[in-house]
């Protein structure tokens, strides 16, 4: 049974969670290793190095976006694509994170999170919120 007073406090708490980490995520990328750094790893990938700005950026706008609640679900939805690229060349490590060159376990908490958001909705203040794309009206909380 879920507690309608306080879900959406809940989720207001997983967004907000999910905002920083997307944020953090990024960050990560622009701070420690930079652009460059990231563009370099990529290609040794054999993925386009200018693909580069574009995650940083996809990361960066859709974690503010996250944690300000702005289409919220929405932007989670489209962001897994993003984190499922980047768990596919951490698979072949293993499942903890920690391990040398990163396992898959943070992207697939990251991929799993920004589904429930994107199915649960933005919860509280949230500063613009819709539907779930083409599925009725939002249900009153």
């Known amino acids: 049974m879920i507690d309608s007073r306080s879900a959406p406090y809940g989720v207001f708490l997983l967004r907000v969670a999910l905002g920083a980490m997307w944020i953090s995520h990024a960050l990560l990328k622009y701070?420690?290793?930079?652009?460059?750094?990231?563009?370099?790893?990529?290609?040794?990938?054999?993925?386009?190095?200018?693909?580069?700005?574009?995650?940083?950026?996809?990361?960066l706008t859709g974690g503010v976006l996250i944690l300000l609640g702005v289409y919220a679900r929405h932007v989670a939805l489209l962001l897994i694509?993003?984190?499922?690229?980047?768990?596919s060349v951490h698979i072949p490590n293993?499942?903890?994170?920690?391990?040398?060159?990163?396992?898959?376990?943070?992207?697939?908490?990251?991929?799993v999170a920004s589904f429930a958001l994107w199915l649960i909705g933005d919860g509280a203040f949230a500063l613009r919120s819709r539907p779930l794309f083409f599925v009725g009206r939002p249900s009153v909380a």
């Open 31 to 59: 701070v420690v290793f930079s652009i460059p750094g990231f563009a370099g790893y990529l290609g040794s990938l054999g993925l386009p190095e200018g693909l580069a700005w574009p995650i940083f950026l996809a990361e």
């Open 94 to 111: 293993g499942w903890l994170f920690s391990v040398t060159g990163g396992g898959w376990e943070y992207p697939a908490f990251l991929i």
């Open 81 to 87: 694509p993003v984190m499922a690229a980047a768990m």
